[in-house]
């Protein structure tokens, strides 16, 4: 197939570009607004997925498209900014997918939607690991752009019978960040409930692509984590002692396991995560 990947130059990006390449044999156009590593796609394109003629523009001709392009948080751009922009660039893909034909694309979403721990106060975890049948409760504004951009798919599933899987990753790690920010964090609830090798959401990416005819029109949503917690201890001690409301469930959480459920993606796509902490950082 031929592939447009958005947000082609960032970290997840370009683990797609190589997945899509060395591993799928596919015709890979990178499109962002800033050009990857030399040779990494067949084509590189600049656009502004904020502007509904770029988007046409550069997805025209592709069988394929892969939604990466995203403020990735509230850090350097102010919340409203983040919204506003990652809504429209989500909104403009739909549409340009719906005129031109295009039924296959996957969505990078987020496992922020789920607040599992404003949740778990709220008795809104029934148990854990937690899948794709929690319910949503963006707590920020990423977190609620990336939750819209499912509805906007869902949308175009019904209107165009665009075919998405959205990939829900936590906590995304590069292969050279492992010493940095991949250190596990096992007294921050954000930080340890999972996390995800950037080579293995390229893998996620891959599979789901192959497999969107076999799931037909709308939204299917799949958790994407390592088979690990982003925690030295396992979950089932730690859990308890910061998120009080989840000692109960905690138990059923074996050994390392994480807080995040898979399973969906390895039945549905083959999707079985080659990365984590302990094989990077091997302690």
């Not at 046409?56 to 592709?62: D, K, M, T």
């Not at 609830?189 to 799931?215: I, P």
């Not at 910061?242 to 994480?258: D, F, I, N, W, Y």
């Not at 898979?262 to 796509?269: G, H, M, S």
Request: proline share 6%; charged share 20%.
């Amino acid at each position: 197939m031929k592939v447009a990947v958005t947000g082609a130059a960032g970290r997840v990006g370009r683990a797609v570009l190589r997945e899509l390449k060395e591993v799928g044999g596919h015709t890979v156009w990178a499109v962002d607004r800033v050009l990857p590593p030399a040779g990494s796609a067949d084509r590189a394109l600049f656009a502004d997925l904020s502007d509904p003629g770029s988007v046409y523009g550069v997805l025209a001709g592709s069988d394929a498209v892969i939604h990466l392009g995203a403020y990735p948080n509230t850090q350097h751009h102010p919340a409203e900014h983040v919204f506003v922009n990652n809504t429209a660039a989500c909104a403009n893909v739909a549409a340009a997918c719906g005129a031109l034909g295009i039924r296959r694309l996957v969505y990078t979403s987020s496992v922020t939607i789920y607040s599992l721990g404003w949740q778990a106060r709220h008795g809104g975890i029934t148990a854990l690991p937690a899948d794709e049948s929690v319910g949503h409760h963006p707590q920020n504004a990423y977190a609620l752009s990336k939750w819209v951009g499912e509805e906007i798919f869902a949308l175009a599933g019904e209107e165009s019978g665009l075919q998405t899987a959205s990939l829900r990753p936590s906590l995304v790690i590069g292969p050279d960040e492992w010493t940095t920010r991949g250190r596990p964090r096992d007294n921050a609830v954000g930080g340890l409930w999972g996390h995800v090798d950037s080579r293995d959401v390229a893998l996620a990416a891959r599979l789901a692509l192959e497999h969107l005819d076999e799931l037909g029109p709308g939204n299917h949503p799949f958790n994407i984590n390592a088979a690990v917690a982003h925690c030295r201890r396992p979950l089932a001690e730690v859990l308890p002692e910061l998120v009080p409301e989840l000692g109960a469930l905690a138990g059923s959480l074996k050994g390392p396991e994480t807080a995040y459920g898979i399973e969906k993606a390895r039945r549905v796509l083959g999707y079985e995560p080659r990365h984590s902490w302990r094989t990077e950082l091997g302690d």
